[in-house]
């Protein structure tokens, strides 16, 4: 009896010696998580404490101006919209056309091995490297000047890799049986792609879009390398409104400038008042991040529940 | 070769007391290849017109690879080789020759699924799909078919006023059924099974089996099992499969009550496998 107790002993303290490990990854994992969230809530909070007393009405309507009091981020946020909108439209079809292509109809050989490591490999490019690159061939090579449709392409190639990434990932996640299914009624490859394969996958893929798009409305130093300008007093023609057809587009053709340029030009300035008006046009910029995550997480979850497997 | 009528062909044994049945399909030294792995050894053997033929044998024997190679299922991946024919008749097409496209061959000779697997959109949709793959645009005409592939899969009465709703929402045995409705309502000349109630409960499985009992008064049936109870229910002819081979194939009565292979007849009795 005493023997089966000093086992019964023994076994418990082993168990609760291993058990303190589970008590020391925990502790380390919630420091680690700390470090992360403990950053983003201090730089969120400096930057509320500086700018949020800047954010009126009159902040939004105005163009950048000399009176930090008077400077306004008009002409930056409806840059960065208008890129945003040649930044989708270029890298949408391309990444998810590039993205089904791979995954439905490309054979699988060394070739596709080969383009597949340059997809990935090209998403570790820095961003820089894309603006030299666009520069070169956007700017001079195609006489496309320091415009919106410059930049929003320039953004679109920058996000491509991850567009196409999510395409990837998110046809991979349909069950065999699912293509096999259509298929086995008789459908084509373009029939089976474009009744099943594109509709089930789209939560994955606006998921990788719009994480995409989150990226790039943030990036400044391609946006600097072609050349935007950093003092933009007027707004570009209201897209679609010239006369049709070729003045629908002259938007494109503007000059612009973006967000985030418009608060590396006021942090560089010395006077105190214009760093509250970066700091005010970081908070905004950072809610339009976290709006298109949120977004992102609301697509996939509504698109989501009409499609379990 | 079209119009050619359907050889007839007696039962391998020849079993005396049985008429011939007419065959709608005729399997000719078949072997097919996963890449450098022979998964099937010259199998030859008929499926009889408006009957059930089962395939059984242990697991990997190739009974799925076999079935898989009538709807060209194989094609879909690289790799894969066939040789010898699988002849579907009256037209004595080989339905194996690269010539002849698998989408033809997919528009004939229908399939149901190990797992149910309806797409993710309504129970109409899913049954009209196939014929909405092969262009039908009139609504009063697909209403029709859905109507008559759903009754024929005994799903009618509990689906009929719920047509748009997600096929998710329906039970495992449901599915099932909805994915046998989805299969005839292109009036196939041939139905695949490929294993349908492995995934169910006692009671869909029971269904599921009466209702193949009725489809083979109009359609020819090859079912894949793992169960032998099933197939000896369910099937007039079965065939017995051991690492890619034809053990036997014979009318279902003499497999199960006296098959002359040993290793048959061990499979059979629980000995093995």
């Not at chain 1, 700017?139 to 990434?165: H, K, M, N, R």
């Not at chain 2, 449901?174 to 000349?189: F, G, V, Y």
Request: glycine share 8%.
């Amino acid at each position: 009896m005493s023997e089966q107790t000093a086992r019964l002993e023994s076994i418990r303290a082993l168990i609760a010696a291993h058990k303190r490990w589970d008590l020391v990854f925990a502790t380390v994992g919630v420091l680690a998580l700390m470090v992360g969230v403990l950053t983003f809530v201090a730089l969120f909070a400096q930057m509320m404490i500086d700018g949020a007393p800047r954010l009126s009405w009159d902040f939004f309507t105005n163009f950048p101006s000399r009176k930090p009091d008077q400077a306004g981020i008009l002409s930056a946020w409806v840059g960065s919209t208008l890129v945003m909108i040649v930044t989708a439209a270029t890298a949408v079809p391309l990444g998810v056309g590039a993205g089904v292509y791979l995954e439905e109809y490309a054979p699988k050989n060394w070739m596709t091995d080969l383009i597949e490591i340059n997809v990935t490999n090209l998403a570790g490019v820095p961003s820089i490297v894309y603006g030299l690159l666009a520069l070169g061939l956007f700017v001079y090579g195609f006489g496309l000047g320091q415009s919106i449709l410059t930049a929003g392409l320039t953004l679109g190639l920058l996000i491509l890799p991850v567009v196409i990434v999510a395409t990837r990932e998110a046809i991979r996640s349909i069950p065999a049986v699912i293509r096999e299914g259509a298929y086995a009624l008789g459908a084509t490859k373009w029939q089976t792609t474009s009744h099943h394969i594109l509709p089930y996958s789209t939560p994955g893929i606006m998921t990788g879009v719009i994480i995409g798009m989150a990226r790039a409305i943030g990036e400044t130093a391609p946006v600097i390398t072609i050349g935007a300008l950093t003092f933009i007093a007027f707004l570009p023609a209201a897209p679609f409104s010239g006369d049709p057809p070729a003045g629908l587009f002259d938007w494109v053709m503007s000059p612009f400038t973006v967000m985030p340029i418009q608060m590396f030009n006021w942090t560089s300035r010395p006077e105190a008042a214009f760093h509250q008006n970066a700091a005010a046009a970081g908070l905004v910029l950072v809610v339009m991040t976290l709006s298109m995550n949120a977004l992102a997480i609301y697509i996939r979850y509504r698109l989501r529940k009409s499609i379990k497997w | 070769m079209v119009g050619t009528p359907a050889p007839k062909i007696a039962s391998v044994t020849a079993a005396a007391a049985r008429p011939a049945a007419a065959a709608k399909s005729e399997t000719k030294a078949l072997s097919f290849y996963y890449g450098a792995f022979q998964a099937l050894k010259s199998i030859s053997m008929p499926i009889y017109e408006k009957k059930v033929t089962a395939l059984i044998g242990p697991s990997g024997c190739g009974k799925s690879t076999y079935l898989r190679c009538f709807n060209r299922m194989h094609d879909l991946y690289p790799g894969n080789r066939y040789e010898g024919q699988i002849m579907l008749y009256p037209d004595n097409t080989n339905i194996l020759n690269p010539v002849v496209d698998p989408i033809e061959v997919r528009m004939r000779i229908s399939m149901v699924f190990q797992k149910p697997n309806p797409f993710p959109k309504s129970i109409y949709e899913n049954v009209a799909y196939g014929l909405r793959v092969r262009g039908e645009r009139k609504r009063a005409l697909l209403d029709e078919k859905v109507e008559d592939a759903l009754r024929g899969a005994a799903l009618w009465d509990e689906v009929k006023n719920r047509l748009n709703d997600l096929a998710f929402n329906l039970s495992g045995g449901q599915q099932q059924r909805l994915c046998i409705a989805r299969a005839l309502a292109t009036d196939p000349e041939m139905l695949l099974f490929d294993d349908p109630t492995s995934a169910l409960d006692p009671i869909a499985t029971a269904s599921i089996e009466q209702l193949i009992a009725e489809l083979k008064e109009k359609i020819t049936i090859l079912i894949v099992t793992h169960n032998m109870q099933q197939a000896a229910r369910v099937s007039d002819y079965t065939a017995y499969m051991y690492l890619g081979e034809l053990i036997e194939f014979d009318a279902t009565d003499t497999i199960f009550i006296k098959p002359r292979n040993k290793q048959t007849e061990d499979y059979i009795t629980g000995r093995f496998g």
